[in-house]
């Protein structure tokens, strides 16, 4: 089945007002972000996009795919799931191999020549990572920002999903410059849970989240998404910082008003 | 009526799945009556009473397997749902994660949690293989890899139903309480799906001593096969 557009229908929030956002339509290639402080609701909404919500979860709300119910299938079988929901947890449970693990992903999701595709993930993830991923060590011994790099290639070459959900993947330790600059590359639909406003600025539309409810859709005005691209050039500055430090370089104050003096920041 | 046995192995969430299950199915006009099986100590029959005013019951099986316990006392547990026109839901033990003493013609659920080992639906036998439906919870607190993959090992152990649930938040219950209503109804005579893999033996009956010397029945050494020991 090609997935063509996702709709969320609005539900109640959690003190069972209406939602303000009756409904919000992705179509592939969208990039949508939701914001909102903490416990506003934002990772239940993404849940309830991943669960293919159909008035049974505590929110109501509904989940049409290609403007219609989701198909059961969607639900029993892996290998017909379009969603990719990648959460905020950064530890495995798992008591198997990396490679294990992921030939056991490829099957189920019904992937020929599984070694490529082990290969693809592996060079995918290390891209983002610090210290690379070894296929023979346990999934539970990766560190937080390894399982999350190693979930979002797997989402994105097994799982090969239209439909890729993200909670607050700026969390997770990896590059996220390198890791948006990745995800771009493929037509999907994304979905941020996010406080980062390089993400939220460079998203075509953003939901605003306040006690469990959608507020407000807004679309990126072009002005906003000038700003995003400062912004994220603010970021590499951070990032340059902290992989100086991280190398055991030291700092120089002369250096540092020369990164300050720069113009275009302004 | 109809027969409901909830197996599978301490804390992975079978009361709570079976509340959710029980506040829809009530909320739908059917009767239910609720029986709780377990070992020494058991206060989930007070829970179903008080919450949703149905008739429950719990037995302790102290010395004996709790699972044979529920062969000896499931007739007259049937016969008692049937006097109060309800249909029963069995909350086994959980204890023991060989046997589950599924009735043939009763809908068999395995609750099993997400955050398990991996390796776990190949180690518990007929508690899963002889199930109807596996039920995972706590899918919230697991990547979606891993509850595929987890989905997975159970079909790969057997070929059964499986859902995923978040039965704390009740995401999920639904297509289980759909399930439900599709189940058959149970008839006597009432017959076990398999035969328990542990035989009762003295060590079932509470003999403490080690070693295979001290006990009758069917046993083994540390080198040996299978051989039986007794009268």
Known sequence: MEIRKISILGGYGRGGEKELVDQVDLEMGDLLSIVGPTGSGKTALINDIGLFAAEDTPSRRRVLINDAAPAEEFMDDPARNPIALITQHTGFLSDVTVDIFLDTHARIRKRGNRDAVIADILDFANQLTGEPIITGSSMTELSGGQSRALLIADAVIIGNSPIILLDEIENAGINLTRALEMLRKYEKIFVFVTHDPRITLSSDYRIVMKGGAMQDAITTSPEEKRIGEKVTEMDRIIVGLRDKISSGERMLEKEFRAIMDMTWLT | ?231
């Open chain 2, 1 to 231: 009526m109809k027969l409901i046995m909830c197996a599978g192995p301490p804390t992975s969430g079978k009361t709570t799945v079976l509340r959710q299950v029980a506040r829809r199915l009530l909320k739908k006009g059917r009767r239910l009556a609720y029986l709780k099986i377990d070992v020494q100590f058991a206060d989930e029959d007070e829970l179903f009473r008080n919450e949703f005013s149905i008739p429950a019951k719990k037995i302790y099986s102290g010395d004996l397997c709790p699972d044979h316990a529920s062969v000896l006392v499931l007739g007259d547990a049937v016969r008692w749902a049937e006097q109060e026109g309800a249909d029963l839901i069995v909350e086994t033990a959980g204890l023991c994660l060989r046997c589950a003493p599924y009735i043939a013609g009763s809908l068999g659920i395995v609750v099993l949690e997400a955050t398990s080992g991996m390796n776990l639906p190949r180690k518990i036998g007929a508690m899963l293989t002889l199930a109807d439906i596996a039920v995972v919870t706590k899918i919230d607190l697991v990547s979606q890899a891993e509850r595929e993959v987890f989905r997975a090992n159970i079909m790969d152990a057997t070929r059964i139903e499986v859902l995923e649930a978040d039965a704390l938040r009740g995401i999920g219950i639904d297509r289980l309480v759909r399930r439900i209503e599709r189940a058959e109804e149970v008839t006597v005579p009432l017959m076990l799906k398999g035969s328990p893999p542990v035989a009762t033996c003295t060590i079932c009956a509470g003999k403490k001593n080690i070693g295979w010397e001290h006990h009758f029945g069917v046993l083994r050494k540390l080198d040996s096969d299978l051989f039986y020991r007794g009268e």
